[in-house]
């Protein structure tokens, strides 16, 4: 694993983690589909003044053919429009879920896609070490300890919230299969325009949008759009090009463990002996997943990303 990629990675984590108190505080005055309507139009208009930026640093050269860029145009509107569909789809199940119940429970069933992606991924012929798969183990443990502290039952908005988990592995999936394809940043706005465009027409049928509700939740909307929407889904498209995606999603789970802390930080929540032990379970997971292996090993790990 290369350390850049670990460090992008663990920032968008760390950006998703401290998003939860603004995300709670929006869902006061705005309905899912408003909420992440709005954040995400935000994010996208937030990495137009990046991508001017970059054209005119990395200006392609006179000599590209025409078929070229043609071809490269396509594949970035295609890949924006997956990814588009599917964070659309798992943030909409997400805000909906977190209705009916626990916030604990959210947090658990929504980190499982760190063993979905595993999963899937060997539908798609990726192979994965046996130490990414006790990682992810270690990882399972440290989250029920973080995140579940009373009972576990299925109900309603348990059933979203997995769905969620599943279709965040396919959004994880679909990066991994474009990332190393296109640009990063023009893709990461094209898939937060598409969530904003998918949920205008669910916004106006089922919520009641009014100024006021959106002046009063200025704050989150920016920081949600601007932080974890422009910002770390960026660094997650960056950081994920090249990097096997079951290690790349046991580093985005950290988002439970530093929900936690940021909670602790900001809001004066303390932490108890059993959400510290999920955290440090966590921690050696993700150790555990970066420690060198045989060079057989190491070389399938590195050419998994080929699908």
């Known amino acids: ?76 509107w295609i890949g924006g429009i997956c990814c588009g569909l599917c964070l659309f789809v798992a943030s909409t199940l997400q805000q909906i879920g977190m209705q009916y119940t626990s916030v604990g429970k959210c947090g658990f069933i929504t980190a499982f896609y760190i063993v979905l992606v595993p999963v899937f991924g060997i539908f798609l012929k990726k192979k994965v070490g046996w130490k990414v798969w006790m990682a992810v183990a270690l990882a399972v443990v440290g989250l029920y300890f973080l995140c579940i502290t009373d009972g576990f039952s299925l109900g309603k908005g348990d059933i979203y919230i997995f769905l969620c988990a599943v279709v965040y592995t396919m959004h994880i999936l679909v990066i991994d299969h474009f990332a190393p394809k296109t640009d990063n940043v023009k893709m990461s706005c094209i898939q937060f325009m598409v969530v904003g465009v998918l949920s205008v027409p669910f916004m106006l049928i089922l919520e009641t949008v009014t100024f006021d509700a959106v002046i009063k939740t200025a704050g989150p909307i920016l920081y949600a759009g601007v932080m974890s929407s422009g910002v770390a889904y960026t660094v997650q498209i960056i950081g994920q090009k090249g990097m096997n995606p079951a290690v790349a999603s046991l580093i985005l789970s950290l988002e439970s463990s530093i929900s936690v802390l940021s909670g602790w930080v900001l809001l004066g929540q303390t932490l108890t002996a059993r959400e510290g032990i999920g955290c440090v379970l966590m921690f050696v997971a993700i150790i555990l997943a970066q420690i060198p292996t045989k060079n057989t090993e190491r070389k399938c790990i590195d050419n998994c990303v080929e699908i």
């Open 1 to 76: 694993m290369k350390t850049k990629n670990a460090v992008l990675l663990f920032t968008a984590a760390f950006i998703w983690g401290t998003a939860f108190v603004a995300q709670s505080v929006g869902m006061e005055y705005l309905g899912p589909f408003g909420f992440n309507g709005i954040r995400n139009f935000v994010g996208s208009l937030a990495l137009l003044p990046c991508i001017f930026l970059l054209n005119k640093i990395n200006r392609r050269s006179e000599a590209v053919e025409q078929n070229e860029q043609q071809r490269d145009r396509k594949v970035l």
